[in-house]
């Protein structure tokens, strides 16, 4: 908000750097040019994360040109800052100075007023570690975490002090969402745990904040929305290739067992029972769902009523080693499921275990087959692939005990 002085509208400096940049004095835009990337521009946003501090020039120096060529950063840095002085001063800010060097020391400060989310939001996050009360540690929270809109400059992601910085940020925004989460659950406040979380998600999508989302669904009697949600994060993760920590996938499951729906006729349970559509070959489900199916299956096949074989399926690199490049593995993987469509049974079963490993339950297949079922994937597969790579079929369980 402006500040009013004698009934006329103060303006300030304002700079948002988080989920993007933008500068603007009142209604004027800072445009930076078409340069929004250039090192006299990227200097200002590194004095805007912390406007009237100082920083040392050997500081500024190695975070713009650590990873480039240049034969004296001193005076390449003397070069940006007399570029910044020159931008500023045909900008739309009032005449005046705005850049001091003292004792190799460089700030931005001036007449008129500074501000930063990312400077507002880590003085948040400060007073948050100190703060002994544990109502105004919730509250700056809250405040901090409504400043985070997003990662630190995306648009220069590539830069390595970018990458530093947003670590930064990105850790402190964690910490304290995940302490306003754990307040409000006690105090019971699942409505805001939901917006919060459905706000966070939305930044860093299938990254542990949607069972946040979902276990809050659960506790408002939202079971609909809560199983929806439930199924469609746990159907990205498993063909996008994103992967919960060990306890986000505990937490995960212990969600999935909350789900309820509100009580309904026979003939609506049997419809909400139905596959919705009956695809070709094997049947694809989220890993916590395929390990139900084989822990049942191991039951079952002790009255020896049912027999199966478990697989492991490795994709493999052009060298014939496990691949391990994620977007490899996430663009062979789509060829593979083709596979497993195009020569498994319809009562078959697969699921993404990790990047390149995919976990297959052959339904009714004894062991001296899996051999040929395993060549006749590599085969289908690698034919899919022109002749490049191949996956690894191995025989992990022949239906007896492990």
Not at 176 to 195: N, V
Not at 257 to 282: M, S
Request: proline share 2%; charged share 30%.
């Amino acid at each position: 908000m402006e500040k009013e002085k004698q009934g006329v509208t103060e303006k300030k400096l304002s700079v948002k750097m988080f989920g993007g940049f933008t500068a603007s004095y009142g209604e004027e835009v800072l445009t930076f040019g078409r340069q929004r990337d250039s090192k006299f521009g990227q200097l200002f946003q590194i004095l805007m994360t912390r406007p009237g501090q100082g920083f040392s020039k050997n500081e500024i120096a190695e975070s713009l040109y650590k990873w480039e060529e240049v034969e004296d950063s001193n005076a390449t840095l003397n070069n940006t800052i007399f570029r910044l002085r020159k931008y500023l001063a045909a900008s739309p800010l009032p005449p005046g100075d705005y850049l001091f060097l003292r004792m190799g020391v460089l700030y931005i400060a001036g007449e008129i007023e500074m501000e930063s989310d990312v400077w507002s939001f880590e003085t948040m996050a400060r007073a948050f570690e100190t703060e002994q009360d544990k109502r105004k540690k919730v509250e700056l929270c809250e405040k901090a975490c409504e400043l985070y809109q997003g990662e630190f400059l995306p648009q220069l992601s590539n830069e390595q002090w970018v990458i530093e910085k947003s670590k930064y940020y990105h850790k402190l925004y964690i910490f304290m969402m995940e302490y306003l989460f754990d307040y409000l659950k006690g105090e019971g406040d699942y409505q805001s745990i939901e917006r919060l979380a459905a706000c966070a998600s939305e930044i860093y999508p299938y990254e542990g904040w949607e069972t946040w989302r979902i276990d809050s669904l659960v506790a408002l009697n939202h079971y609909q929305e809560a199983e929806a949600l439930y199924q469609q994060t746990a159907a990205h993760l498993q063909e996008s290739g994103g992967f919960l920590s060990k306890k986000q996938q505990v937490q995960f499951r212990k969600i999935g067992r909350k789900l309820r729906r509100p009580e309904e006729t026979e003939e609506n349970i049997g419809k909400y029972l139905v596959e919705a559509a009956q695809g070709l070959g094997a049947y694809s489900c989220t890993l916590p769902g395929f390990s139900d199916c084989y822990h049942m299956l191991k039951r079952v096949i002790k009255r020896g009523a049912v027999q199966f074989s478990l697989m492991l399926c490795t994709i493999l690199d052009g060298n014939g080693h496990p691949a391990e490049n994620r977007g490899y593995c996430d663009k062979q993987g789509e060829k593979l499921r083709e596979s497993f469509r195009a020569h498994l049974r319809q009562g078959d079963i697969y699921a993404r275990y990790s990047e390149n490993q995919y976990l297959l339950l052959c339904v009714g297949a004894e062991k001296e087959h899996i051999g040929e079922i395993g060549a006749r994937i590599d085969m289908d597969f690698r034919k899919r692939c022109g002749g490049r790579g191949g996956v690894s079929c191995r025989l992990l369980d022949d239906g007896g005990m492990w």
